[in-house]
């Protein structure tokens, strides 16, 4: 029985390590948030979804204004 030598597999672990590389290189545009664009046009499900995050982004600005709006000096 042969022994592989230490550098022998480095070697050809090398060689596993490098086709695995250029297979993932070519394997594609890389994913992406961007890609997804479009995909839920036109679904009523996340036009509600859309509509609540909305709302509610509505209502966080309402709560944030100052409550004391009315007494700020407008001679800027």
Same mark, same amino acid.
């Given at each position: 029985m042969s022994r592989v030598t230490l550098e022998e597999r480095v070697a050809a672990l090398e060689k596993q390590v490098g086709n695995l590389l250029a297979e993932h290189a070519w394997s594609g545009r890389a994913k992406d948030w961007?890609? $997804?664009?479009?995909? /839920? $046009?036109?679904?009523? /499900?996340?036009?509600?979804? /859309?509509e609540k995050g909305r709302k509610i982004r509505v209502a966080e600005r309402k709560r944030a204004q100052p409550r004391n709006s009315k007494k700020r000096s407008s001679n800027s």
């Open positions: 961007r890609r $997804t664009r479009g995909a /839920f $046009t036109g679904d009523d /499900f996340m036009k509600r979804i /859309f």
